[in-house]
């Protein structure tokens, strides 16, 4: 596993758990507000054994562990490693792009996996704009699909950059999500990786989606801070 970085404690991340997060290295796509641009590339700068002695040494603190990036589905080892850490008796939430539904698929289908958080950046469309391959509508798509009926729990979200999504595609966005959740995150704008691109979130973002739309879908909340 190429990994990037560790936050030992986090209680906002994996809804009701104690956990820490450990950051894969490299991803497939370029959001102007990603706040982890450290972990675009695939250098590795934590390593395996390191993780897994912290968790040892953790073991009676921690209910879970959170597996974000980057994008984790880039891991080819991202069964195995998943599966080692329920062996360890922690929950495992997974945060990805849906990029890769074959290697989401095939994650999920370890039952190591309890929640999974799905990013839905764009509608699938517009998702070039951030680097995507050609493709990629037909991918995100699926992997939410996949979310939706094998994850055990999971959410959706999305970060309200106007420069990346505009209040109309919410709509898109909301049927993708189903029965949801689906998170309206507001833009951070320290440390980003393009930030003469970034956009800040309207000051009331739901409102900015009910003035396009009529009214907000039913999936859609908003939650207050990037996670």
Partial sequence: MNLGGLQRTTLSDFPGRVACTVFTAG???RCPYCHNPELIDE????PEAELFAFLEARGDVLDGVVVSGGEPTLQADLPAFVERIADHGLDVKLDTNGMRPDALEGVLATGAIDYVGMDL???PARYGELGARNGVAEAIERSARIVREQAPAYEFRTTFDPGVV???DFERLAALAGDGPLYVQCVETDATLSPER??????EPLEA????LGDV???IT????ER
Wanted: proline share 20%; charged share 25%.
């Fill in 198 to 203: 970034v956009e800040p979130t309207p000051s």
């Fill in 222 to 225: 908003r939650r207050s801070t």
């Fill in 43 to 46: 250098t590795p700068s934590l």
């Fill in 217 to 219: 879908p039913s999936p």
């Fill in 27 to 29: 991803c497939t796509l």
């Fill in 166 to 168: 505009e209040p109309a």
């Fill in 209 to 212: 989606i009910e003035a396009a």
């Fill in 121 to 123: 950046k764009t509608r």
